[in-house]
């Protein structure tokens, strides 16, 4: 059987990079990507440590995983509209989506 | 040495050195290159290859919403969001202090989480052999609905507020 740290040492990874492409990336679209390489990370970290838990009593233990994994998932598509939606926003004033563009709060 | 070889080569390891290869390799391809294009079909790639996790820690029903989910929208949404803007607009590197300064950010969480944190760890159900709930989906549908049915209504009052924050947003100005 696969061990717990194969899995958390493949999220730790992805959200490796995903935090280097937050902050090396000037342009909203790899910042963008970077947030859902990190919550995909976080997905496979819950799963993981759901699947090693010793106990099934509970309705609620046995399905934890899944159900934080599916309200992540939910928080994600949420958070993605309504980023794009201020992306595009953006780029109908500025003509560009760089974030070294947008700096209209920093003059 | 030799033990470690016969445990290593089995089914289940090798799916999961596959999967690891799909899910990451993709994904530093889409971190690394400077082309939006390529690095959201690189990601379709990982989003896919995560899916192949869910089901070997026995949660097919997990593994099919990440296809539906991120597959099928999150990415479409991405993708189409891409094609509305102009391309030459999204050029441009960034500086060569700053990559070189995130590089050794990612670098030092890339050593932190492994090294300090995973492997000094000790996790009390660790190889524990574990009973399978093989009945996820109906104790799911029962917890979602009837034990923590507000749990449920926040997530689709959220999804509502943000579908009509995005439309009221983008909506042109007279």
């Known amino acids: 059987m696969i061990s717990l740290n194969y899995y958390l040492f493949v999220s730790g990874i992805l959200a490796t990079i995903g935090i ?4 090396s990336k000037n342009n909203a679209f790899s910042i ?7 919550l995909n990370s976080a997905i496979i970290n819950f799963m993981a440590f759901w699947r090693f838990n ?11 995983g899944p159900l934080v994994g599916i309200f992540i998932m939910i928080v994600a598509t949420c958070e993605l509209a ?26 | 040495m030799n033990n470690f070889f016969v445990n290593h080569i089995s089914p289940q390891y090798l799916s999961f050195y596959l999967i690891s290869l799909i899910v990451i390799l993709p994904a530093l391809v889409s971190v690394m290159t400077s082309d939006i294009k390529i690095a959201l079909v690189s990601l379709f790639f990982t989003f896919f290859g995560i899916s192949g ?5 026995y949660s097919e029903f997990l593994a099919i919403t990440q296809v539906v ?13 891409f094609l509305l803007l102009d391309l030459k607009f999204l050029k441009g590197e960034s500086k060569i202090k700053q990559k070189i300064s995130s590089f050794f950010v990612a670098l030092m969480f890339f050593i932190f989480i492994p090294f300090c944190m ?21 104790s799911m549908g029962a917890l979602l609905l009837i034990d923590e049915f507000i749990l449920l209504e ?21």
Do not use: C
């Open chain 1, 20 to 23: 280097f492409s937050i902050i």
């Open chain 1, 32 to 38: 963008l990507i970077g947030v859902e390489l990190i």
């Open chain 1, 82 to 107: 309504v980023s794009l939606a201020i992306l595009i926003k953006a780029y109908k004033n500025y003509r560009s989506v760089r974030t070294d563009f947008i700096d209209e709060m920093k003059k």
């Open chain 2, 154 to 174: 926040v997530a689709g009052a959220l999804l509502l507020l943000a579908l009509i924050g995005a439309s009221l947003m983008i909506k042109r100005e007279k």
């Open chain 2, 69 to 81: 989910v991120y597959v099928g929208a999150i990415l479409i949404l991405l993708i189409f969001a």
């Open chain 1, 54 to 64: 010793p106990s099934f009593e509970t309705n609620l233990d046995k399905v934890s």
């Open chain 2, 53 to 57: 996790y869910y089901v070997l820690l």
């Open chain 2, 118 to 138: 995973i492997l000094k760890s000790t996790w009390s159900g660790e190889n524990k052999v574990i009973n399978k709930p093989n009945d996820i989906v109906e």
